[in-house]
């Protein structure tokens, strides 16, 4: 949702302490720098979508003095429920699709804050929500259109045992999450490698393939910005990388990149192939007619 941080936006709970100190100090200037590096997606979150997206990753946060819940990173993004809703007019403008919402991080919360949170996603989505199946390997895609259900909602806290009684969120220990947390693609890459050569087949997996910047390089590239210096080298080397994977059993699953319009929507186009080899499909449409283009790969019904 980073599409929607504006350049006069406020420094949100999760950013650095030096960029909050920064921010202080030299007001719209060091605003305009965190911005730069802040924003990981170009298109709104229907163009997304409209193009294949099928993984949300996201942060929320409270806001002093303020009863709405906000999606950030280092800088406020949009209202969570007005962005949950595009999402909803997408899936039922799509009955096929299926989408993993992720609800990665927390900031400013409190149990009420989750609370209200948990509310909002039931609320917007209602019965399209995935309960959890007995056992957990029973979960295709098949599956979830037997039952109508659209979305899988990972809520990475644990608050969700005591509240979500119906197991409609997801924990997520069930979707394990590896941050590579380097500026070196090639490092990037070995990490991906070693992480999808012990997943565990019983669990879903998503594989980060995106760097993060620290605050040395973003200070050495401090007039540039996350587009330029990470995410179009990496983005590069990352679809070739893909591209040889395979989907199902010990391959891909989930697959995360920044920028994913780059280039044509190149990203979203090698993903949603690698469904294709797991299918037998055969076509070089990114979609079309009736044809789900979901971009991550679930089990297959036996």
């Not at 936006?9 to 030096?18: H, N, Q, V, Y």
């Not at 965190?34 to 709104?44: A, G, I, K, M």
């Not at 990173?73 to 989408?99: D, I, Q, W, Y």
């Amino acid at each position: 949702m980073t599409y929607s941080i504006k350049k006069n936006s406020g420094i949100a709970p999760d950013a650095t302490k030096e960029v909050k100190i920064l921010s202080k100090i030299f007001g719209p200037l060091a605003k305009r720098i965190v911005y730069n590096w802040s924003v990981t997606q170009h298109l709104n979150i229907t163009d997304q979508l409209n193009m294949g997206v099928r993984y949300l990753d996201l942060r929320v946060s409270s806001k002093s003095g303020d009863s709405n819940l906000y999606f950030v990173h280092a800088m406020f993004a949009g209202e969570v429920k007005t962005r949950l809703e595009e999402v909803n007019g997408f899936l039922n403008a799509h009955p096929s699709e299926c989408l993993i919402i992720d609800f990665q991080h927390f900031y400013s919360f409190t149990k009420e804050t989750h609370v209200q949170l948990i509310q909002i996603i039931t609320e917007v989505f209602g019965n399209k929500l995935c309960v959890q199946p007995n056992p957990v390997t029973r979960l295709s895609l098949k599956w979830m259109w037997s039952n109508r259900y659209q979305v899988i909602v990972i809520y990475r806290n644990d608050i969700i045992f005591s509240i979500d009684k119906g197991k409609r969120l997801w924990s997520g220990t069930l979707w394990p999450t590896f941050w590579p947390d380097t500026t070196s693609v090639s490092k990037l890459i070995e990490y991906c490698d070693r992480i999808l050569e012990h997943r565990d087949q019983y669990f879903g997996l998503i594989t980060q393939c995106l760097v993060t910047p620290d605050a040395k390089f973003v200070v050495k590239n401090i007039f540039s910005d996350l587009f330029s210096k990470c995410a179009r080298p990496c983005n590069t080397v990352v679809k070739s990388w893909i591209a040889k994977k395979q989907p199902g059993e010990h391959g891909v699953n989930v697959i995360i990149a920044d920028f994913i319009s780059m280039d044509g929507f190149e990203f979203c186009s090698t993903v949603i192939a690698l469904n294709r080899k797991l299918l037998g499909v055969h076509t070089s449409r990114i979609h079309g007619g009736h044809e789900p283009h979901t971009m991550y790969s679930l089990p297959q019904p036996s």
